[in-house]
């Protein structure tokens, strides 16, 4: 009987260890099976109003001057209505909380007045 447990939890330890393995290793070659390059997501630089929205807490939003919507990340004015000029990477391999637009990762704000 113990035998035939052991060979048992061999088994399931040898499927378990083999999809460890393999799991990661497919998916590194689907990622490169296209013959495409990753791609990282450009700098856009936008002009807009931030938004505060009482959206799953706060949420901050820049309604962009091209009528696009942006869910901010990171360091910006946390104040209604500031008009901005935002340069940030749009995150497009993302969900969120809020989900008010399209996650955008802020690098630089200038406040204007």
Do not use: H, W
């Amino acid at each position: 009987m113990n035998v035939k447990l052991a060979k048992i939890c061999v088994s399931i330890l040898g499927t378990i260890l083999a999809i460890g393995v393999l799991l990661p290793l497919s998916t590194a070659l689907a990622n490169t099976s296209t013959g495409t390059a990753q791609v990282k997501p450009a700098t856009v630089s936008l002009t807009g109003t931030i938004k505060k929205l009482a959206v799953s807490g706060t949420c901050y939003q820049l309604a962009a001057d091209n009528g696009k919507k942006y869910e901010l990340m990171g360091k910006f004015p946390k104040i209604d209505g500031t008009r901005v000029q935002i340069s940030g990477v749009p995150k497009t391999d993302m969900v969120t909380i809020c989900q008010v637009g399209q996650p955008l990762q802020v690098k630089t704000v200038k406040v204007i007045k």
